[in-house]
């Protein structure tokens, strides 16, 4: 198996940062306008939102179904199904994170974790990371809701999801990607490493 | 198969519009603050950014890989493995931005084409929409590169792709989601509709 092409092989296409302004302070949006040196020496603005990082969590029901939600989405005006998510808090571990998160969304504690790997769901505008994570061994329990926050909690076995997304019913990206995780870890050819939760 | 559960069994999600603000035009981002009223009656604050949507193409080459892109991504400060991708001019034809966006970033052009489905990378806070073509029977050419876009085009197999999105080499949400579609389109699990290219 190849590696990818790096550095050495390729052109330089690094920019290198020039300046920065903070274009927005909101509520929740934070973005900026860089300005960068090209590789060919010019100069152009990037703009682009700063984000704490977030999880998102693949939690396996013991009847092998998955842990999802239907949320309303402001930006686009509809509900999208999706697995629980949410942001990291400031200093917050990463595996704290989607413990509770899955709890504070779902109700369900977890026995046993894996930390699946990162995905970048928007490289052009937003320093965004979300990490995922697998849980399993889950007891139900009582979810707690941010103020404002709204949601259904169900389950759905991992051929429905597939079939929604082929079908154009499931388009959330950080869902498609657990999707590429769930169907190459339940067909035995990408690993998890499992821990018991503590 | 199931469908997904919808509004009629699910409680009411939507959140009703009040009131939109502009928070930002510049020259990339067009950031918007709306109020809304939540489902219990209170009202809460959106902001997100509008997104004229994007296209994607899986342009598979003759032998089989799959031809793909390195580019530096601001916003991450490093460079990502991609399928060429690229925004929407006002008013242009879906079809029509996936060939331009193919023949500028790459040089390729395609005999066929098929439409695979609409994806949203950051439903939190933005309103893109990515669709995804497949497009085969490639003939080599000319890229056309916009001013200041800098990327190196090279070709690999699914399976590289795949060990990358493993191993966290390859973490970019639209890429993973094609990856999904590539991984069952092959498998012969999602079919696609091809047409020639007019």
């Known amino acids: 198996m190849a590696s990818p092409p790096d550095g050495a092989q ?6 290198h940062t020039l300046s920065s302004e903070e274009l927005l302070r909101g509520h929740f949006l934070h973005a ?10 010019r100069q152009a603005s990037r703009e682009y939102v700063r984000h704490p990082g977030a999880v998102v969590i693949v939690a396996e029901l013991d009847d092998g179904r998955y ?4 949320q309303w989405r402001h930006p686009l005006q509809r509900v999208l199904i999706e697995f629980p998510a ?19 969304e779902t109700g369900y504690r977890a026995n046993q974790w894996a930390y699946a790997g ?13 990490h995922i994570f697998f849980a399993r061994g889950l007891q139900a329990g ?26 154009g019913l499931l388009t959330d990206g950080k869902t498609l990607s657990c999707l590429l995780w769930a169907q190459n870890v339940r067909a035995g050819t ?4 499992w821990s018991d939760a503590g």
Not at 10 to 15: I, N, P, S, W, Y
Not at 67 to 70: K, Q
Not at 190 to 193: G, K, P, T, V
């Open 10 to 15: 390729a052109q330089d296409l690094r920019e």
């Open 86 to 104: 949410g942001k990291l808090d400031a200093g917050e571990d990463l595996l704290a994170c989607a413990r509770r998160e899955l709890q504070e």
């Open 32 to 41: 900026f306008r860089d300005q960068v040196r090209l590789p060919d020496g």
């Open 118 to 130: 990162p995905m970048h769901p928007v490289i052009a505008y937003s320093t965004e990371v979300i």
């Open 142 to 167: 009582e979810r707690a809701l941010d103020e404002g926050e709204f949601l259904d909690v169900f389950a759905a076995s991992l051929d429905e999801l597939l079939a929604w997304s082929r079908d």
């Open 67 to 70: 842990v999802v939600e239907r």
């Open 190 to 193: 990408w690993a998890l490493r």
